[in-house]
Nanobody, 117 residues
Framework: VQLQASGGGLVQAGGSLRLACAAS????????LGWYRQAPGKQRELVAA???????NYGDSVKGRFTISTNSAKNTVYLQMDSLKPEDTAVYYC????????????WGQGTQVTVSS
């Protein structure tokens, strides 16, 4: 599975950004897609995830502000980020999970999101 992320950038607090991640390769093996982020000096954390069945899961800090979705082919995952805060500044990584128990992680290259105050 290969993942190609795009859409990061610089935005003022309160603004919006939309990230996209295109998946390719053994698509049939993907059971979930998601986004994680890592800020300097911090551990990588879950931002949002979506299963092939459509169920979603969000990190507590982004609930109500971020929305994860996929296209109809389920080969692209989006992250709509609204009401951005400076603390959302991080490198955002696209993730795909394979395996019957989603035990295998695949990562795209990171994309920088910077929110200025």
């Amino acid at each position: 599975v290969q993942l190609q992320a795009s859409g990061g950038g610089l935005v003022q607090a309160g603004g919006s950004l939309r990230l996209a991640c295109a998946a390719s390769g053994t698509m049939f093996s993907i059971n979930g897609l998601g986004w994680y982020r890592q800020a300097p000096g911090k551990q990588r954390e879950l931002v949002a995830a979506i299963s092939i069945g459509g169920g979603t899961n969000y990190g507590d800090s982004v609930k109500g502000r971020f929305t994860i979705s996929t296209n109809s082919a389920k080969n692209t995952v989006y992250l709509q980020m609204d009401s951005l805060k400076p603390e959302d500044t991080a490198v955002y990584y696209c993730n795909a999970k394979t395996g019957r128990r989603m035990e295998y992680d695949h990562w795209g290259q990171g994309t920088q999101v910077t929110v200025s105050s």
